[in-house]
């Protein structure tokens, strides 16, 4: 017999494994992605459940220092969307959060009786119109060089309303009374520590919904594709400036909100808070909470506050040697923020 007239041996059959399906992988995928899901809204509504009691148990001094805790937590979140969804530090949102005060400021002195929404309005007209002008130049910057331009435009927006003082007070500012809680004349009531806090409550919650609904869509998709690989999101075809820009303004039309809430609660617009400084302190909010995570920074605000009013009364003037060497360390050995070490131990 021949070698082209034997057969070749077959070979061995192959097991082809059952698909997820019918394995049960895909619907325990599933289940957990629900657990998970339950996990995160029961925790939200606890913890909006116990901001919204918190003013009927909490003293004066304590309800108002929470209200100014979520004020600079919806700051912090607003410029997470920038460090931490686009890997873009921004130090000019003081800019936004002062000129959003002092929008609030110009509708509340101008039109009588005063107007909550209208200072609103002009409020977050006053911060888009200075995110957006801003945003055209920086953005075709990267890296240290955005940080820096972001930062000398927070203080050219200083150095106009410092000086400025036929309008915008100086160095005095502008002070102004409290407007009421009125909807399209079905009620008008006037604001109290307790009334206001609810108020801030309801916009730093609709907030957070809101950028956490775009951080999860495609826009925040590309957002966080420029953060990690800008040159192969470009390679793409995405339009990396167009969306750095709206990216921009987004942060910067939260921040001005900030500014408006921040105006109502004190009732006054100052040129401190235009001030690099509070630009600084709201990257440190995101350090130390956890950037890319939106609860994170209102969590590193909520620290930071209340570390700094803690030592405050022991340390006096030199407290901030204290807090700093605590951030120091939080930096060191928590990198990914108080939110992440959280999650970690949990997880453990």
């Not at 945003?135 to 075709?140: G, P």
């Not at 890296?143 to 410092?162: E, G, K, N, P, R």
């Not at 995405?238 to 408006?260: C, D, H, N, Q």
């Amino acid at each position: 017999m021949s070698l082209a007239s034997q057969k070749a041996p077959h070979p061995p059959a192959r097991r082809v494994p059952p698909s997820p399906r019918l394995r049960g992988e895909g619907r325990g995928k599933g289940q957990w992605a629900g657990q998970r899901a339950l996990i995160y809204w029961s925790g939200f509504s606890v913890i909006l459940a116990l901001l919204i009691i918190a003013p009927l148990v909490l003293a004066e001094f304590w309800r108002r220092f929470l209200t100014e805790i979520l004020i600079w937590g919806l700051l912090a979140m607003s410029s997470d969307i920038l460090i931490g969804y686009t890997g873009m530090v921004s130090f000019g949102h003081s800019a936004f959060f002062g000129l959003g005060m002092y929008g609030a400021a110009a509708a509340l002195l101008s039109v009588q009786p005063p107007n909550l929404w209208l200072a609103i309005l002009y409020g977050l007209v006053a911060a888009a119109t200075v995110s957006g002008f801003v945003a055209y130049f920086s953005t075709r910057l990267r890296d240290i060089y955005f940080a820096i331009t972001t930062l000398i435009f927070s203080q050219i927006f200083y150095v106009i309303i410092f000086t400025w003082t036929e309008v915008t007070g100086g160095e005095n500012g502008l002070t102004f009374r409290r407007p009421p809680l009125a909807i399209a004349g079905l009620f008008s009531m006037p604001f109290t520590s307790t009334t206001l806090h609810w108020f801030v409550v309801a916009v730093v919650t609709l907030s957070y919904l809101v950028l956490r609904r775009i951080t999860q869509s495609p826009f925040g998709m590309v957002l966080q594709s420029i953060r990690e690989n800008e040159s192969r999101t470009r390679a793409i075809g995405y339009p990396i400036e167009r969306y750095k820009i709206v990216a921009v303004m987004l942060s910067g039309l939260f921040a001005g909100l900030a500014g408006v809430l921040y105006a109502v609660q004190n009732q006054f617009a100052a040129p401190d808070f235009v001030f690099f400084l509070v630009s600084g302190e709201t990257v440190i909010y995101n350090v130390m909470g956890g950037i890319g995570t939106l609860v994170g920074p209102i969590l590193g605000a909520a620290f930071f506050l209340l570390l700094r009013e803690g030592l405050s009364r022991f340390f006096t003037e030199y407290y901030l040697i204290p807090v700093g060497i605590i951030f120091v360390a939080i930096v060191i050995f928590m990198p990914q923020g108080l939110l992440g070490f959280m999650r970690r131990w949990l997880n453990q």
